[in-house]
């Protein structure tokens, strides 16, 4: 089975699924074979791995580490295109639909593509949405892109209507790693309302409430990577994935 169908019969099952974001840089190699086990046993789904700013190969090791150390799947998800690993169970293949930048809507697709499929790699068509939460985030200046108004959820709406008719198969509503503000709970639910396109929702999602109302909006994945950079302790990651699973 793909690991695209894995995670949707995962999100199905437990009425939303835990992704737990890994980005190299931030943990130092000899802490994750810990996090990894830890997060797996707190009951996490799958891992996402990736970052904007990757600075030497810590990408690949951080790769074969997490392989090593769990049987979730270990899906990529890039900060750029040095972020493909064979390694890995697949890629979320991403375009940046809510800018206006087609470097990061379909050029940087361009240039990966031929790799990802000479590499076998399966790659999961995901838009990615990044919304307004504050301040600048990293997503936002590396991708050079404006983020989508957090109070105007038709827009999100229409946009993820956009990919949905693009044949998309994920949507990922994006605040930004550390962002001020999460993305809107009205905004999820108008985009789960009217949208096909299992939504992922991530970017400053801090507490097990948080989450939990996010899911409630209709987000069928939610992501958590910055809060468990500082505190990475085992109860709030339980009680992280007890607020995602609603089932
Ligand atoms: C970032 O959505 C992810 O791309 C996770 O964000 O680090 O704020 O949890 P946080």
Known sequence: M????????????????????????KIAPEQLPAFTQQ?????????LVGGSLITDDSFHRCIETMKANTTLPVVIFP???MQISPKADALLFLSILSGRNPEHIIGQQVLA????????????STAYLLVESGRTTSAEFMSNTRPLPRHKPDIALAHALAAEILGFKLLYLEAGSGAEQSVPDEMIGAVAKYCSVPAIVGGGIRTPEEAHRKVRAGARFIVTGTVF??????????????????R
């Open 2 to 25: 793909s690991i695209h169908q894995q995670l949707l019969d995962g999100a199905a099952k437990r009425g939303a699924s835990y992704l737990v974001l890994v980005d190299p840089d």
């Open 39 to 47: 997060a797996a046993e707190a009951g996490a789904d799958a891992f």
């Open 79 to 81: 900060g750029g295109l």
């Open 113 to 124: 593509a031929p790799v990802v499929k000479k590499m076998g790699l399966e790659a999961i």
């Open 229 to 246: 950079e500082k505190d990475g302790s085992a109860s709030l990651m339980k009680e992280f994935a007890a607020a995602i699973h609603t």
